[in-house]
């Protein structure tokens, strides 16, 4: 720590590096101290590009009394040995979603940060819309009465290019189908918002990229324990891409989000409140949808400083491993129904025959 300012260093360099860094220099709570990644050019594009420290490996960084807190935002199967590495060495984790590739893993993870006592935090970015933290509330003060519907549709595009840029984004166990990687936010509002289910059932296919052995298309079923029933509906075939939507139907009430918007917000009980939340996400721009740097840093900042609230001031963050754990069920139990061509009762029996 320097200055009050909690140290961080980001392990990985690649295209998700560049929204943390900026997030961290835009906040008074945190600073960029160091980036380590193992291929030379792109960090020597961080470092120049940040003005910060550069190091060749994990254990580096570890070693470094300035950083506080170690940003996981290697590829998605490859965070477990880090952060239980990172909570070893007495470091503070965030690490990017989904936040391993098993439960098993989650729970290592967990018990290794518990054990450390240093707190642990997921980039699910999108929990922190306000949008999203409208429908959250209007759900807890019962605002929609019954649920009977909750769905995401994720209609994107990602070029076959962008799947080669790297090997991990061509491999299934490496976390690089849609479910689990692009899908991963909106599953996740889902089980946040309307949470928990009881079955997935679900099928893949892949609809628009022959050369890539993944599916870039799901279609899944939810029922909520709640009574709702759900759709995800998530691809990356359907160019150019356009918005994802949220939909919350209640008895009383439905609110649509389409990218960070409040496209629909309409209670049978129109509140005075209901014109501001209305014009929730209005100027926000960059969803996702056309690209993978179609991105802002503001989702990630709120969830940084959220980390570095609760590490500077204790209790919890806003995001542990435990409120994400369930997402990455669904996930799996989407790929598991998939797989076998059966709905999948949660919680799953036995998470060895995912893949
Ligand atoms: N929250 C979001 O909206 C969002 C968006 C994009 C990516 N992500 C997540 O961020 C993570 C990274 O994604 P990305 O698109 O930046 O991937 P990427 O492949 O572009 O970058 C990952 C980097 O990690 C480096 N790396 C791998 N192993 C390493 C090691 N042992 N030590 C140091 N560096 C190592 C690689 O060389 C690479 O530069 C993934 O978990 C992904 O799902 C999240």
């Not at 006592?117 to 999203?132: D, L």
């Not at 807890?140 to 984004?169: C, L, P, Q, V």
């Not at 891409?241 to 009980?269: C, H, L, P, Q, Y």
Request: aromatic fraction near 6%; proline fraction near 4%; charged fraction near 20%.
């Amino acid at each position: 720590m320097r200055d009050s300012r909690l140290g961080f260093g980001l392990l990985g360099a690649g295209l998700i590096a560049p929204f943390h860094a900026r997030a961290l220099q835009a906040s008074a709570l945190t600073e960029l101290i160091a980036v380590a990644d193992l291929d030379p050019a792109r960090l020597e594009k961080m470092t120049s590009t940040f003005g910060c420290k550069g190091c060749d490996s994990l254990d580096a960084m570890l070693e470094d009394p300035e950083i506080d807190v170690i940003s996981v935002i290697t590829p998605n199967h490859l965070h477990h040995d880090a952060v239980v590495k990172a909570a070893a060495a007495g470091k503070h984790v965030l690490i990017e979603k989904p936040p391993a590739m098993s439960l098993a893993e989650v729970d290592s993870m967990a018990a290794a940060c518990k054990a450390a006592g240093v707190k642990a935090c997921v980039t699910v970015q999108c929990r922190a819309r306000k949008a999203v933290q409208a429908i959250r509330a209007a759900i807890d003060n019962g605002r929609f009465g019954k649920i009977y519907h909750a769905d995401a549709y994720m209609k994107w595009f990602r070029s076959t290019e962008y799947y080669k840029t790297d090997a991990w984004r061509v491999s299934r166990r490496s976390g690089a189908g849609v479910t689990i990687n692009q899908a991963f936010h909106y599953v996740d509002l889902l089980q946040y918002l309307v949470g928990p289910a009881i079955t997935v059932q679900a099928r893949m296919n892949n609809l628009a990229h022959p050369e890539i052995n993944l599916e870039d298309t799901l279609l899944a079923f939810i029922d909520y324990e709640c009574g709702a029933q759900g759709v995800v509906q998530a691809s990356t075939a359907l160019w150019p891409g356009t918005d994802v939507r949220i939909e919350i139907n209640g008895e009383n009430g439905t609110a649509i989000m389409s990218g960070e918007r409040m496209d629909t917000w309409k209670f049978r009980d129109d509140r005075p409140e209901d014109a501001e939340i209305r014009q929730y996400g209005s100027m926000s721009a960059a969803t996702g949808a056309t690209g993978a740097a179609d991105l802002g840093f503001q989702d990630h900042q709120v969830v940084i400083e959220d980390l570095a609230n609760a590490i500077l001031n204790g209790g919890e963050p806003m995001i542990t491993l435990e409120t994400v754990r369930p997402t990455l069920e669904w996930s799996l139990a989407m790929y598991l129904s998939a797989k076998l061509g059966v709905p999948v009762t949660l919680p799953i029996q036995d998470e060895t025959a995912v893949w």
